[in-house]
């Protein structure tokens, strides 16, 4: 249930991301940190063991045999870094929803006439 927490989290993540990976050329915009999330999850260590078990559950899978259960330590980053996602992943949504408002609202003053 763990992974699957975690993955939904990156999932939202790379999905409040997308507004940024298609760029806004208008220069007022707001810029938002869509990689804070996964800095307040991750610090170098935990990446290093996470990808040390990625690379063992691949050698793993490899040869046939069943991926071997992530260490207790790994476990429990995971379990935090899921926690902290899902939070920074939900402010960085809040962000976004807060841009669209305010384009939205400048769009229609734009069409009104009407000034800040």
């Known amino acids: 249930m763990m992974m699957r927490q975690l993955v939904f989290a990156v999932g939202l993540a790379i999905v409040c991301a997308a507004p940024a990976l298609a760029?806004?050329?208008?220069?007022?915009?707001?810029?938002?940190?869509?990689?804070?999330?996964?800095?307040?999850?991750?610090?170098?260590?935990?990446?290093?063991?996470?990808?040390?078990?990625?690379?063992?559950?691949?050698?793993?899978?490899?040869?046939?045999?069943?991926?071997?259960?992530?260490?207790?330590?790994?476990?429990?980053?995971?379990?935090?870094?899921?926690?902290?996602?899902?939070?920074?992943?939900a402010n960085a949504a809040l962000g976004v929803l807060d841009e669209v408002e305010r384009e939205m609202r400048e769009a229609l003053r734009e069409r009104d006439g009407t000034s800040l």
């Open 23 to 89: 760029g806004d050329s208008r220069e007022e915009r707001r810029d938002i940190d869509f990689a804070q999330p996964f800095a307040k999850a991750f610090n170098d260590e935990t990446v290093t063991m996470l990808f040390g078990f990625l690379r063992e559950s691949l050698r793993f899978a490899a040869e046939g045999k069943p991926a071997p259960p992530p260490p207790a330590e790994l476990a429990k980053r995971m379990q935090e870094a899921g926690e902290t996602l899902k939070r920074e992943s």
